[in-house]
């Protein structure tokens, strides 16, 4: 007969001051030796503290690709699967009593959650539906699930992305701006986990011919979390793209981005105006709701009447009263900003200008004493005046109602813990008009990855900005019907500073790596 393995164990449930012994072993196992149940520090950031209370584990130390990992039932293989996932290193697992672990866990994380919180969910039953859903093989996907939106808030990501392909089921995360693989769950797992993300975000499972959009709200880590979901048909399945909407990740503070200082000047005087228009422009993703927001939250107070359209409304702003449009309805952004004008608006916000209608009910609006601030997609901030005039909107009304216009892009910041200097040709270095030891006579940087940033080199991103206010000789070029090009030309003689120049300047500082800004940035 076939022998079952035994863990060693570590502690049983009675804590006798720092040194722990075993659990009764089997007659047929040597004698356990005592050891001290003290986790390193360092290993303790490969499992968030939620995580380890709710499955009762304690990271305890690692070394190389393996981490020794203390938990109350060894043998759980799907709770060692959830954890390789999860730390993305071979989980060593040893036996701990669980009253002892519940207190070291505590006494390594900090107390956090409420003992009767704890307990609540560990003694919680399943209900019945509950129990025939695990028969039915899909209590694991509730899991993989809940641990996938877990994780990836905790590492900071912006967007998972559930994707099947023909025999295969990839995850990944976009972290710091760039998509990371993070696991390859079971194929035969594809249909239950779209299923259990469908029903989250209250969308029909039964649907799978189309596209279709919704929402999660859950408590993750302490906190409720929005997600942003969004499906759509492929060849081979439905793929899943959920947005994290973490309100307590977004910086709302326009001083803390690392604009240049005249720019931070011109669009801090722009917002700080009773009417006019200020437009932010760049592709997806790079960065406009979030100056939006900031602007508007530091216009929030008792004295003003704000009010945003939006597609969709990310973030929910005490103070201010934002409108989901739903074209499909008819309430477009040109309706609601109808109406707005009808609801005594001091400040107005629109989530984007796609068409004339929009952008004309917009113009009328900075010109007859609102502030409205909007989006427009662009490549840069010189290209915004004529892009509204082939819109069709008169040049004389952009030109008067316009008072600044910044494009933006996000590039990764490279992490302070593994930053390490690196050169480049002196050719390459020419070609793109910077000196050799561009940082003040020392070499470039990047990062050489480490723990700290999960070996990307990155830690979060850094915006890039070029601010164009609406000086008169630049009212002067739109109304005479000028390029794009002429516009910029006269906008660096007055001192503009573009993408490309705001982001050699960061490289010089440390903070991007070169290849970033010349990707990311118009030459």
Known sequence: M???AVMPSLASDTLASDTLASDAAAPDTPAPTKRRLAPDPNALRFIPAEFARRHLVLPLRRAGRTLSVAMADPSDAALIDDLTFLTQFEVEAVKVGKHTLRQRI?????????????????VAEPSPAEAGSAEAGEEPAV??????????VHRGASDIHVEPYESELRVRYRLDGRLREIMRPPFRMAAALTSRLKILADLNIAERRIPQDGRIRMPVADRVIDFRVSTLPTLFGEKLVLRILDKERQVLDLESFGMEARAERALLAAISQTSGMVLVTGPTGSGKTTTLYSALARLNTPEANIMTAE????????GINQVQVRPKIGLTFATTLRAFLRQDPNILMVGEIRDRETGGIAVKAALTGHLVLSTLHTNDAASTPTRLVDMGIEAFNVAVAVKVITAQRLVGRICPDCRTETSYAPEILRSVGLEAGGRGGSAFCRGAGCDSCGGSGYSGRQGLY??????????RLVLAGASSEEIERRAIDEGMITLRQDGFAKVRRGIATLEDVLRE???
């Open 106 to 122: 505590d006494r390594s994380y900090g107390a956090g959650a409420t003992h009767e919180k704890r307990r609540a969910a560990e």
């Open 2 to 4: 076939r022998e079952r």
């Open 311 to 318: 597609d969709p409304v990310e973030y929910s702003i005490d």
């Open 143 to 152: 899991r993989l699930i809940n641990d996938i939106l877990g994780d990836a």
């Open 521 to 523: 940035t118009p030459a």
């Open 466 to 475: 070029e601010v164009l206010p609406m000086s008169p000789a630049i009212r």
